[in-house]
């Protein structure tokens, strides 16, 4: 199993940016592939982007790229999202996801598809 913990939330002004990492504990993250979602008031949770056991593929949600950057490392157990030129409709609870999964390229980008999720961490885009 694995934990999830996010941070790097807050409130920040439109044309901003803001860099979410979630750490993970429990074993061998790097057998895990990630995500990062969103869901805000009223709306369906929306997959970001997500990432490859060995963060050699990503895949990103139309809307956010060139916007929106992931990253692992999995020697600290983390997996960040750097989102740049935020706008306000980029406001919404942010999550990371993990997925134990043997394919070294394999990426998910359902929820349904993730086994453990983190708490969330808000962000908040003001204009």
């Known amino acids: 199993q694995v934990q999830l913990v996010e941070s790097g939330g807050g409130l920040v002004q439109a044309g901003g940016s803001l860099r979410l990492s979630c750490t993970a504990s429990?074993?061998?993250?790097?057998?895990?592939?990630m995500g990062w979602f969103r869901q805000a008031p009223g709306k369906e949770r929306e997959c970001m982007s997500a990432?490859?056991?060995?963060?050699?593929?990503?895949d990103y949600l139309t809307s956010v790229k060139g916007r929106f950057a992931i990253f692992r490392d999995n020697a600290k157990n983390t997996v960040d999202l750097l989102m740049n030129s935020l706008k306000p409709e980029d406001t919404a609870v942010y999550y990371c996801?993990?997925?134990?999964?043997?394919?070294?390229?394999?990426?998910?980008?359902?929820?349904?598809?993730?086994?453990?999720w983190g708490q969330g961490t808000q962000v908040t885009v003001s204009s």
């Open positions: 429990g074993r061998a993250f790097d057998m895990y592939a």
């Open positions: 990432i490859s056991r060995n963060g050699e593929i990503t």
């Open positions: 996801a993990a997925r134990a999964t043997k394919s070294v390229n394999n990426r998910f980008l359902r929820g349904r598809d993730y086994d453990y």
